[in-house]
């Protein structure tokens, strides 16, 4: 799986679009772009994924560039409860009929919703 | 996607001995993994575990110390054998969504270790 690189941290004000960014230059022409969020003591949640067209969904918006190099997770209203830990992973898609190697976690994005 | 129970959700253990945390998933699934994720870090994983064959341990995890069984298509267990305080951490099972979501999590297990 490609390596991504995340910022350590994010604050964003209740109510703002929270944009996350993600670099994924090293991302091969069959790797997805996934996105999971863990909320402090619970398990990863998955949060959207896409390949190269804009993705969105009932909790975001995935913004992948032309090159595929990098993209940037969007939730258009942030709440308290969005208050997280991102982690932006690539994989090859789809369910692998039981091959599948799990996932490679990087150090994610810690956002923080200001109230 | 698949819903996981995962028990117990924490537990505090003596040292020298061992825990056995359980993973029920809701459906039948070929494939469940293991993963540690220590306190302030990032999840890593251990081991794949294939229903009817041996489980499959990442660098720097062993069989002797992370004994996994895998009985059946729905259930599985990871052991914490010999536990010393560097094993505490938040112990989460997973599957992979056949739907290609990725992966599902059970809430994990948050052991520390005295």
């Known amino acids: 799986d490609a390596k991504t690189t995340q910022p350590p941290s994010m604050d964003c004000a209740e109510g703002r679009a929270a944009n996350l960014p993600c670099n994924h230059s090293?991302?091969?022409?069959?790797?997805?772009v996934y996105w999971y969020r863990q909320i402090h003591s619970q398990g990863p949640q998955y949060i959207i994924h896409?390949?190269?067209n804009n993705e969105t969904n009932e909790m975001a918006s995935l913004i992948i560039t032309e090159d595929r190099k990098s993209s940037t997770l969007i939730l258009p209203h942030a709440t308290l409860r969005d208050t997280a830990v991102y982690y932006c992973?690539?994989?090859?898609?789809?369910?692998?009929?039981?091959?599948?190697?799990?996932?490679?976690f990087g150090k994610g994005t810690h956002l923080i919703i200001q109230p | 996607s698949a819903v996981i129970s995962q028990k117990p959700s924490r537990d505090i253990c003596q040292r020298g001995t061992s825990l056995t945390i359980q993973c029920q998933v809701d459906?039948?699934?070929?494939?469940m993994f293991w993963y540690r994720q220590q306190p302030g870090q990032s999840l890593t994983l251990i081991a794949t575990?294939?229903?009817?064959?041996?489980?499959?341990?990442e660098s720097g995890f062993v069989i002797d110390k992370f004994p996994i069984s895998r009985p059946n298509l729905t259930f599985s267990t990871l052991t914490v054998s010999n536990m010393s305080p560097e094993d505490s951490s938040i112990y989460l099972c997973?599957?992979?969504?056949?739907?290609?979501?990725?992966?599902?999590f059970g809430s994990g297990t948050r052991l520390t270790v005295v």
């Open positions: 997973s599957v992979e969504d056949e739907e290609g979501y990725g992966y599902t």
């Open positions: 896409g390949l190269k």
């Open positions: 992973i690539v994989r090859v898609y789809g369910y692998s009929g039981g091959g599948a190697d799990g996932l490679t």
């Open positions: 575990a294939n229903q009817g064959s041996e489980a499959t341990y």
């Open positions: 459906s039948q699934v070929t494939m």
């Open positions: 090293t991302i091969s022409g069959n790797e997805y």
